[in-house]
């Protein structure tokens, strides 16, 4: 995520939050196809360094370590939330959640990566449609996408 100009935000239990901000100079349309190509390819590494760890960790006897990758172009709110006795650095609202949300589709569809819609309309490339799926939370379902190369994969047990 950092090589990639992205920043983590924390670390959730097993999961991790990080933010790819768009640079407003560029424009909002440049600036946000940028922090989407960013983000992309940081998921990308992060599938190409877990597939050669996760052969190590065959080799020696060890279970994988199963993972997806959401990816989702939204608003955030962001800055210290909490109370005086604890303080915590992070982004809140609609675009975290459903990015959470996304997260959870991955295993169903058998995909590592998957980003919603606002992600795949801004990025500048193809991304290759998955359906609409419902999600908690939401009364309507979303429609979510891959990359090409995600897709043919279908690697998630």
């Not at 996760?54 to 990816?71: S, T, W, Y």
């Not at 303080?87 to 058998?110: H, K």
């Not at 939401?138 to 998630?156: G, K, N, W, Y």
């Amino acid at each position: 995520v950092e090589e990639r100009g992205g920043e983590v935000l924390k670390f959730l239990g097993d999961g991790m939050l990080a933010i790819f901000p768009a640079d407003p100079a560029r424009g909002q349309a440049e600036g946000d196809a940028e922090a989407c190509r960013l983000a992309l390819a940081a998921a990308r590494d992060t599938v190409t360094l877990m597939r050669g760890l996760n052969d190590q960790r065959r080799r020696h006897g060890k279970p994988e370590i199963d993972f997806g990758v959401a990816l989702h172009l939204g608003e955030v709110g962001y800055g210290n939330i909490g109370g005086a006795e604890r303080l915590d650095f992070t982004v809140i609202g609609p675009a975290v959640n459903l990015a959470n949300r996304i997260e959870s589709l991955t295993r169903a569809l058998g995909a590592r990566i998957l980003a919603s819609s606002d992600f795949a309309g801004a990025v500048d490339e193809p991304l290759s449609a998955l359906g609409s799926h419902p999600v908690k939370g939401l009364s309507r379902p979303i429609d979510v996408f891959a990359p090409p190369e995600i897709v043919a994969a279908r690697d998630v047990p």
